[in-house]
Nanobody, 124 residues
């Protein structure tokens, strides 16, 4: 079993930055892939980015490339989502997820474990 806890969300102005964290505990998951997703009210869940813990390979939603960066710190069992130049449309609940098969997928169904989410609100 893997437990994931997100943190770092909050209220930020347009153009600002936030860094989300996802701390993992429980079963060793050195070969997992970690993904970030988001969901705004009334909208479907959307893939943001993913990173493979073993080699650091990353995968981003095309629309977010250049503004968002996913990072990992294996020693701390933590992955991060650095979000820059934030826009009102980035307002959503952000979730991290773990894929035990390390597929680096943009599909939510590929992920076995999910955190509870952290809210990001970008004000104009």
């Amino acid at each position: 079993q893997v437990q994931l806890v997100e943190s770092g969300g909050g209220l930020v102005q347009v153009g600002g930055s936030l860094r989300l964290s996802c701390a993992a505990s429980g079963r060793t998951f050195s070969t997992y892939a970690m993904g970030w997703f988001r969901q705004a009210p009334g909208k479907e869940r959307e893939f943001v980015a993913a990173i493979r813990r073993s080699d650091g390979r990353t995968y981003y939603a095309d629309s977010l490339k250049g503004r968002f960066t996913v990072l990992r710190d294996n020693a701390k069992n933590t992955v991060y989502l650095q979000m820059n130049s934030l826009k009102p449309e980035d307002t959503a609940s952000y979730y991290c997820a773990a894929d035990s098969l390390s597929r680096l997928s943009d599909r939510g169904a590929a992920y076995d474990y999910w955190g509870q989410g952290t809210q990001v609100t970008v004000s104009s």
